[in-house]
């Protein structure tokens, strides 16, 4: 494959912005986030032999033009690269895109930028998994544990994670390597459902989506909470019943409370025995999470955190104030593959589990790549980890996730599953497409 590597020159890189009105039926509603349009920065990216990557970020709407035009001002540092030099000093090409001495002021590491960065970063790994004619995670769990370092920027993280310790992370795991990606194959990775309990949704909706769940093998359920004290103990209260005392059950108030009013809410739902309580603050709160995970720990019950955590910096800090107890990573929020490869390594040497966000468009697709990695090649561990899963907008894809006993089960296309329905792109673009013209008629 190096010679299409080497032939291959990135020519063209083009974008969209794609947004699905999922408020419509409250999909994706939280505490927070009372009426989410589900939506992407889609980028596409076109080479002289043919071959093409697609990749993407997520908002939930309103702004998605922002990260478009980001997305744009990043292009320029790529067109004209050939995948050999890109992917033969990957870091080095991650850093040109996260380091520009000019743009790196709008972040740096963090916000729009880096949400573009993501994008154009997700869109190149999909391009070189194509190129080598294998998913994302194959392509992972294949390479050298040096190739696989090399890819990685250890810039501000050296304190805890050293390239020799991560390399002997990645060797150290080659044992038993085969055993585990076999086992994947066969059986597929937990996951857990999100898709029964979003704070919009009504009681009769609630138990109907919970009853069918239950009826598919769904034994991990999360809920959204934080909007009003008694309405979630009554909302709790009716999933445990649904889904009994053997269950896992999950909260998640999307960073609603100040932190003593966290540790106070929270402690009011300890009777329904969640394992976590997800984003329970600020998400840039390092100190406040920490002072949640020490109070509620004599209830049993963990904090998590990460679908907005800027970069590996922010996760270094997390771990280093034991202020979290599950780590969320996120596809589309940190640097792509690059920074995500980081912070699992990070993440096992601190033995917290990685259970992924993907409350989103497109984010259970990716996501599933980087958590067969982590299983595969780093942590060899399934205890408390389990892939967050939503129920929404996978028809828009070439390659739709695949659940089965609620299980994600690996991906066999090659790529990194980002391609979405050309039909769906057109409808749904925004403003032109079909869809947001009969929307904004109404």
């Known amino acids: 494959m190096d010679t299409i590597l080497a032939v291959t020159t990135i020519c063209e890189i083009s974008f969209r912005d794609v ?29 002289d032999s043919g071959l093409k990557g697609f990749g993407f970020t997520f908002t939930l709407g309103k702004g998605t033009e922002i990260v478009v035009c980001a997305v744009e001002a990043l292009a320029g540092l790529v067109v004209g690269k050939s995948l050999q030099e890109i992917v ?61 370092v090399s890819c990685i920027d250890f810039r501000y993280i050296t304190d805890v994670l050293t390239e020799e310790e991560a390399l002997d992370i990645l060797v150290k795991a080659q044992e038993g390597k085969q055993q585990r990606e076999d086992q ?12 029964c309990a979003w704070l919009g949704y009504s009681d009769q909706q609630l138990q109907q989506l919970c009853t069918d769940a239950l009826d598919n093998g769904w034994t991990k359920f999360k809920v959204k909470v934080g909007a009003d004290l008694e309405d979630d103990k009554r909302r709790c209260r009716l999933i445990r019943q649904m889904i009994g005392p053997s269950n896992t059950l999950m909260i998640d108030a999307n960073q609603r409370w100040d932190v003593a009013e966290a540790i106070c ?4 739902l300890a009777e329904f025995k969640p394992l976590w309580i997800e984003e329970p603050t600020s998400p840039d709160d390092i100190l406040g999470h920490a002072a949640i995970s020490k109070a509620l720990a004599p209830f049993g019950i963990g904090v998590a955190t990460g679908e907005q955590c800027h970069n590996r910096v922010m996760f270094k800090q997390f771990l280093q104030a034991s202020a979290l107890q599950f780590l969320q990573i996120d596809s589309c929020r940190l640097g792509s593959v690059n920074e995500n490869l980081a912070v ?51 028809e828009h894809f070439t390659s739709p996730v695949v659940i089965r006993n609620a299980h994600y ?34």
């Open 265 to 268: 809410w929270v402690s009011s």
């Open 19 to 47: 947004r699905f009105p999922t408020s419509l039926e409250q999909h994706g509603s939280d505490a927070m986030h009372t009426d989410p349009d589900y939506s992407v920065a889609y980028v596409l990216v076109d080479t």
């Open 88 to 148: 033969s000093n990957f870091r080095g090409f991650y850093q040109l895109l996260t380091s520009d001495g000019q743009m790196r002021w709008l972040g740096p590491e963090k916000g729009v930028i880096h949400l573009a960065a993501a994008a154009v970063l997700n869109a190149v790994w999909d391009l070189w998994a194509r190129s080598e004619g294998k998913p994302l995670w194959k392509l992972l769990v294949d390479m050298d544990p040096k190739q696989i």
């Open 344 to 394: 699992l390594l990070m993440a096992h040497k601190f033995k917290v589990p990685v259970c992924p966000h993907a409350g989103g468009v497109g984010l259970c697709e990716l996501v599933q790549h980087l958590i067969l990695f982590d299983y595969i090649c780093v942590s060899a561990s399934l205890h408390n980890r389990m892939c967050e899963y939503v129920d929404h907008l996978h």
């Open 184 to 195: 994947m194959l066969k059986e597929g990775y937990p996951a857990y459902t999100t898709s």
């Open 409 to 442: 089960m690996p991906p066999k296309d090659p790529g990194y599953s980002c391609e979405m329905l050309e039909l769906s792109v057109k409808r749904h673009s925004y403003p032109e497409g079909e869809v947001w013209k009969l929307h904004m008629k109404k």
